[in-house]
């Protein structure tokens, strides 16, 4: 249930696939402009890797961090260092060390850490008969280095946790932030989620579930189209993105600008598939979000789907949203936005979040790219396709539904 | 162990901290004390894998905390001379 403490959403920043800031890459979702291109890796002895997929290729480590600290970071954490100072500074703080912030925590969200330092050692001891991996590996590696990181850069002295639940990690991290503020325990948090998944391995093993879209330099493009008919599986990709959660009062006293109020959180599990997702256990995590929020479904104007393009877990989506919403379902505004950034795993859930947020910030919410055919499996809502949406947006959603059956759905108000 | 050899070891620890850290390599001499050249705990850890991976020797699990640059090249020293520390 909703507490006295409100939670204001005054910073973000994340890693933008196309390169430039936060103002670009929401103009560009807007505009459905989709940052999915054919990634392509050579190998000495394996087939090499030909898929469509999501990079940060401009991303500059040590230009971003300097080269002593981005040294000691594997890509995940660079990325989500990076990501955690740009909403730093997004949110008007200072980086001082002066001030105790011993009520300051972080909260992460990651799939696979360290995931590229692991395929690196491997490689080094399995295929190039090395004894032994560099001394930084273990730390490098470690599924906690982004948070760690973050703290140690920000002086951030209350929990510093990391949340691994697959697709749903970093809205399970930002979710998990919420009864810390609203119960007094941290008066600020820095949540959020980085990953760096494309690793050789990484990406033959999502390849032999038969999931991942297909594509050539020319289609790879528009290779996730969720809610299509012709819709053919999932785009990876990598990122980060952060956001600073704060006492609301706290916010207020300091002149912070707040983007929108961090209403509430749902979180469930479908007890049932490990892969296969489920009506039911989506459905009460949106209708627990939106209690949480102390809200009614009447006040939803749009959800932010999980919506990752595959053939089995598109429908039930919208299946669930219309469980949720009833009549009212073809008046709720929904779109897919992984169409355009990709299944960034880990990290997905706080992009999301971040284009929910800027989306009630700005009144105007972004389409799913290249939805021209939408599959009668998936009707019912209101799919924003095209351009963007603008109109009367007060309150949103933004879901994120795991591998495993973990369900967790954000709720956020536009800031009045 | 000649003086040639020695130069060897200095400068194979100056190039990394140079490459790593940016520190000046004209700071390296053998006085020099490693804690203001930054070598903390981690950065001790893949100097001694350095010297390991370009002098082909295998640095003894337990060897006393280097203080200067000078003890840390004594300790590489030994090794490479086949001695125990």
Known sequence: MASARRV??????????????????????LRGESAIRLYTREDDVLRPLSVPAVRCANFDADAALGRSLSYTMDRYSQLGTTA???AWRDAGLPRTKDAPRNDWGVSWGTALGGTLTFESGYIEMLRNGRERVPPLSVVLGMSNAAASHISIQLGLGASSATYSVACASSAVAIGEALPKIRSGEAT???????????????????????????????????????????????????????????????????????YAEFAGCGSTSDHDHLVRPNVDGQTRAMRMAIQDGGMTPDEVDYINAHGTATREGDPIEIAAIRGVFGSRSAAVAVSATKSMHGHMLGATGVVEA???????????????????????????????????????????????????????????RAPH | MNSAMKQDHLTVLSEFLHK???????????????????????????????FEDRL??????????????????????????????
């Open chain 1, 188 to 258: 600020l948090m820095v949540v959020g989620g980085s990953e760096a998944p494309l690793s050789y391995g990484v990406v033959r093993a999502w390849e032999a579930m038969r999931i991942l879209a297909l594509g050539d330099e020319a289609s790879a493009v528009r290779a996730c189209r969720p809610f299509s008919s012709d819709r053919q599986g999932l785009v990876l990709g990598e990122g980060a993105g952060a956001m600073v959660l704060e006492d609301w009062d706290h916010a207020v006293r300091r002149g912070a600008r707040i």
């Open chain 2, 20 to 50: 790593r850290e940016n520190i000046d390599p004209a700071r390296v001499t053998p006085e020099a004390s490693l804690e203001e050249l930054r070598v903390d705990s981690l950065l001790l850890l893949e100097l001694l894998f350095e």
């Open chain 1, 8 to 29: 204001a959403v005054t910073g973000l920043g994340l890693v933008s696939p196309f390169g430039g800031d936060l103002a670009d890459f929401f103009g560009r979702m």
């Open chain 1, 354 to 412: 971040i284009i929910t947020v800027l989306s009630l910030a700005s009144q105007e919410a972004p389409p799913t790219a290249y939805l021209d055919d939408l599959d009668r499996e998936c009707t019912g809502v209101r799919h924003i396709t095209g351009g963007s949406l603008r109109g009367s947006l007060r309150a949103a959603l933004s879901n994120s539904f795991a591998f495993g059956g973990s369900n967790t759905v954000l709720a956020f």
């Open chain 1, 84 to 86: 955690a100072l740009s």
């Open chain 2, 56 to 85: 082909g020797v295998k640095m003894p699990q337990d060897i006393p905390r280097p203080k200067t640059v000078g003890d840390l090249l004594g300790i590489v020293d030994k090794v490479t001379a086949g001695n125990g520390v």
